[in-house]
């Protein structure tokens, strides 16, 4: 934000400005990182470093909420996944999921040990399984 690049966190570190990073959150790649950006750019970095600093450590915590990428190789007892999946409308009616969104799908879905919660994306998920062909079924 100084105009200078950034060394940490490191998910900044690529970016020439604070420009960059606003206009790549804006981006479907990197959508990701866009409440953190309006977060700063509503309330400033020393608002951001207060939240953090009351942030408990996830053993300790009732609720994380976490990217799938994240979530990779980590289970919890119980996993609510939400509605962020790009489900896709072909031209012939179906509902599909692309590769690497199915991948994702799975990772999503493996997390649970003993409950897990589909009911934002059930409704299409039940599409696309009703939609695919006999023996995928």
């Not at 309330?43 to 994380?64: F, I, P, W």
């Not at 991948?103 to 934002?120: N, P, Q, W």
């Amino acid at each position: 934000m100084r105009g200078q690049r950034a060394h940490k966190p490191t998910s900044l570190t690529l970016f020439e400005s604070w420009r960059d990073v606003q206009e790549y959150a804006r981006s479907q790649a990197g959508r990701d990182l866009l409440p953190a950006v309006m977060l700063i750019d509503n309330h400033g970095t020393d608002y951001l470093r207060e939240l953090l600093a009351r942030v408990s450590s996830e053993r300790e915590a009732d609720y994380v909420v976490s990217t799938i990428h994240r979530a990779k190789g980590l289970e919890w007892d119980r996993v609510k996944v939400t509605g962020d999946f790009r489900f896709r409308a072909e031209d012939d009616g179906r509902t599909t999921l692309a590769d690497d969104e199915a991948r994702l799908a799975y990772v999503a879905f493996t997390r649970a040990r003993k409950l897990l919660d589909l009911s934002e994306v059930k409704a299409d998920l039940l599409k696309v399984f009703e939609d695919a062909p006999v023996g995928l079924r």
